[in-house]
């Protein structure tokens, strides 16, 4: 129950606080009555809300952390227990999931097609080779890489690169993210770390997050959606893993931007 007018105005700054409910900021309000609100459903975690005299905001989860019983993300035995920051590994890991869903689209694309509208191959199969559709080629398969991990990190929290890697991410009580979050997640990490993929422009931009990461722990997105990022811990196997994955990857990458003359056995 909220606090009538004269109760109110005896509240002491300390105990006022305000809430956010779409563009509206809604208060002042009582510690226990923000915590009542919390429990009954009217708010969630990522709410922002903040004290009076305080000009920033802060997620209902971070603000009272005390709210959120957070189990273990996975049993002791499985490894997944290390929370440092791994920038290259999380790097790595979206690079070959980027590659992974494009090859993914331009296949079953081709594929269907060619079985569903084999009188448009003439169009379809030059589209995806020639030079004069690069532009329009990549919007598809950029859209397609970031939109295909969607599905794997709202019900699991990883993806391909993420699990070759050891990195999973969830909310910050260990379930899944759902769909929307994903969803929301990956849009943050297209314009804000990739910057819609325009060359050069997101090489300061991947720098940026990069700080982010080491300095603070975390990146701005897993932050905003109240994330929690869980990885395997550094070992001689997973070194050997990631090093190799990357080896193999940049010879594939190598052999197929070889000019078709080169890339043919002799």
């Known amino acids: 129950m909220l606090c009538n007018h004269s109760e109110r105005a005896g509240m002491s700054e300390a105990d006022q606080w305000f809430y956010k409910m779409g563009e509206a900021e809604l208060g002042p309000v009582s ?3 923000l915590i009542d609100l919390y429990r009954d459903g009217h708010m969630s975690g990522e709410t922002l809300v903040r004290q009076a005299g305080q000009e920033t905001g ?10 959120i019983e957070v189990p273990p993300l996975a049993s002791p035995g499985d490894g997944w227990t290390d929370s440092s920051p791994h920038p290259w590994r999380r790097f790595f890991a979206r690079t070959i999931d980027l590659n992974v869903n494009a090859f993914v689209f331009v296949f079953a694309w081709t594929l269907l097609m060619t ?16 030079q004069a559709y690069s532009f329009p ?3 598809l398969t950029t859209a397609f890489s970031f939109l295909g991990n969607i599905p794997f990190m709202a019900y699991s929290g990883t993806t391909l690169g993420k699990w070759i890697f050891g990195i999973r991410i969830t909310q910050l009580d260990g379930r899944p993210m759902g769909l929307w979050i994903a969803l929301k997640r ?5 314009v804000r770390a990739y910057f819609l993929m325009i060359p050069i422009a997101n090489f300061f931009t991947l720098a940026g997050a990069y700080e982010t990461l080491t300095s603070e722990g975390k990146t701005s997105w897993d932050r905003d959606y109240a ?5 395997r811990p550094d070992s001689e196997v997973q070194t050997l893993v990631g090093v190799v994955v990357v080896i193999l990857f940049l010879v594939a990458a190598i052999w197929t931007n070889l000019p078709p003359e080169l890339s043919k056995a002799p």
């Open 227 to 231: 994330l929690m990022v869980k990885q």
């Open 186 to 190: 990956e849009f943050a990490v297209y």
């Open 31 to 33: 510690e226990a009555e």
């Open 115 to 130: 079985t569903t509208a084999p009188n448009q191959s003439d169009f379809w199969a030059p589209f995806f080779v020639d």
């Open 137 to 139: 080629r990549a919007l």
């Open 58 to 67: 802060k997620q209902m989860v971070e603000a009272f952390p005390h709210l």
